[in-house]
């Protein structure tokens, strides 16, 4: 069954603690992202990889950090840094072939 | 700057009406558009992607225009259901050279309601 796979569907933390969503994904697909949608704000992107080892800051980047140790994987640590963590993330993959966006089901993660 | 509007944010329609979504954009170098649905809660479903070289795409009950020249895309959706009831977003996915897969912009969403 290919696709993107998020885990935890929920998530919830208390304040100051780190906190790794996962992304994986079947598709084969060399660039992944990692947005977050609040309520009102559309969504922002938070990091992209286009390869393997190398990723790039988006729109808000600060108090987030990634890692592209593997194709298939891409996961995304909230640290404490992160004023306002309590929001809705999105793993999306492009396909090369005419970069096409597919995305992951999400995860809701709640800090207080 | 590069943008994607999208009108209106709200729409409420009885069941069965013809309706059109509207997505708008401020550059003409686009290297596709895409249309998605989401419902509360959940990810996002890709519904149709236009390459910068069409001028429609069609799946189902749904159809996607693209003119470039005018910065503006109509998402169709003939005799609406209930179940069509969701947010739809539009994303322009921006020209880029050399190895970049080029930088995607969301439009804001048009929230659908469909009543029986």
């Known amino acids: 069954d290919g696709g993107i796979t998020q885990s935890p569907k929920y998530l919830f933390r208390k304040e100051g603690q780190n906190v790794t969503l996962s992304c994986e994904q079947n598709?084969?697909?060399?660039?992944m992202y990692w947005y977050r949608q609040d309520p009102g704000q559309g969504l922002r992107l938070i990091y992209y990889?286009?390869?393997?080892?190398?990723?790039q800051k988006g729109d808000i980047a600060e108090g987030y950090s990634v890692s592209r140790e593997k194709k298939e994987s891409f996961p995304l640590t909230v640290t404490s840094a992160q004023k306002n963590p309590t929001a809705f993330y999105l793993c999306?993959?492009?396909?090369?072939?005419?970069?096409?966006?597919?995305f992951g089901p999400g995860t809701r993660l709640t800090v207080t | 700057k590069q943008e994607v509007t999208q009108i209106p944010a709200a729409l409420s329609v009885p069941e069965g009406e013809n309706l059109v979504l509207n997505c708008s954009f401020t550059?003409?170098?686009?290297?596709?558009l895409q249309w998605f649905r989401q419902d509360p809660g959940k990810g996002l479903t890709s519904l149709l992607l236009?390459?910068?070289?069409?001028r429609e795409q069609t799946s189902g009950r749904l159809n996607a225009s693209l003119d470039k020249s005018s910065g503006r895309s109509t998402l169709y959706i003939a005799a609406s259901q209930p179940g069509d009831s969701a947010t739809y977003l539009c994303?322009?996915?921006?020209?880029?050279?050399?190895?970049?897969?080029?930088?995607?912009?969301f439009g804001q969403g048009t929230i659908l309601t469909v009543h029986p």
């Open positions: 999306a993959t492009t396909s090369w072939q005419g970069r096409e966006q597919y």
């Open positions: 598709l084969n697909h060399d660039a």
């Open positions: 990889s286009q390869i393997v080892n190398d990723f």
């Open positions: 550059d003409s170098a686009i290297y596709n």
């Open positions: 236009i390459q910068s070289s069409q």
């Open positions: 994303a322009v996915r921006w020209n880029a050279g050399g190895t970049s897969y080029g930088k995607l912009t």
